[in-house]
């Protein structure tokens, strides 16, 4: 694949709509980059812009599961889904929101070893239940994650940010996505 972040090409920033533009641009912003998934997806500005108002709708919301443990979903999801670049992406988020350099890491390589406390370990089970086993998914699951304390409103979240990264982690197998370098080191090293 060379240099190319997708098989199927990329667009720059300076390609995008304005909408689009804009909000990229404040994502590149607060991080320093622009991450390679807005480019290769970028081919499709309709189709892009519907992934980043459910992304931001699901991860930006400021009750229920903190943002920690949104991305500690992500990575369980897209590790069961062995979708390289969001391991890598979310992974690195993960590690700066948590403040934490090795739960990443250890939630993608082995989730059932993880050591985790009970609330990280009900969300990480409750993903990987319906990533993993979804079509026999239901009460059990339900129950184990109201006794560990989780709300209906944190259950929902994680079942719907693990769907909607079930859907991203395809189209990053589809398109054979890249990571962006910045992501290895994030959470890693200072900034």
Request: net charge negative; glycine share 6%.
């Amino acid at each position: 694949m060379g240099d190319e972040i997708s098989r199927f090409g990329s667009v720059r920033l300076a390609d995008l709509p304005e909408d689009l533009r804009e909000r990229i641009a404040a994502v590149a912003e607060r991080s320093g980059f622009v991450p390679n998934v807005f480019l290769a997806l970028g081919h499709r500005p309709a189709e892009l812009r519907a992934f980043c108002d459910y992304h931001d709708a699901l991860m930006d919301r400021d009750s229920g599961l903190s943002k920690a443990e949104r991305e500690l979903v992500v990575v369980a999801t897209s590790a069961a889904n062995h979708c390289t670049y969001c391991v890598v992406a979310h992974g690195a988020i993960l590690r700066v929101r948590a403040k934490d350099a090795q739960l990443a890491d250890l939630v993608a390589t082995n989730p059932w070893g993880a050591d985790l406390p009970a609330r990280q370990r009900a969300i990480v089970d409750l993903a990987l239940s319906l990533a993993r086993d979804s079509e026999r998914f239901g009460e059990a699951e339900l129950a184990a994650a109201r006794a560990a304390g989780l709300t209906e409103d944190e259950i929902w979240d994680v079942g719907a940010i693990t769907a909607f990264f079930a859907m991203s982690n395809r189209l990053a197998h589809l398109m054979a996505l890249r990571p962006n370098e910045e992501f290895f080191l994030m959470g890693r090293v200072p900034r």
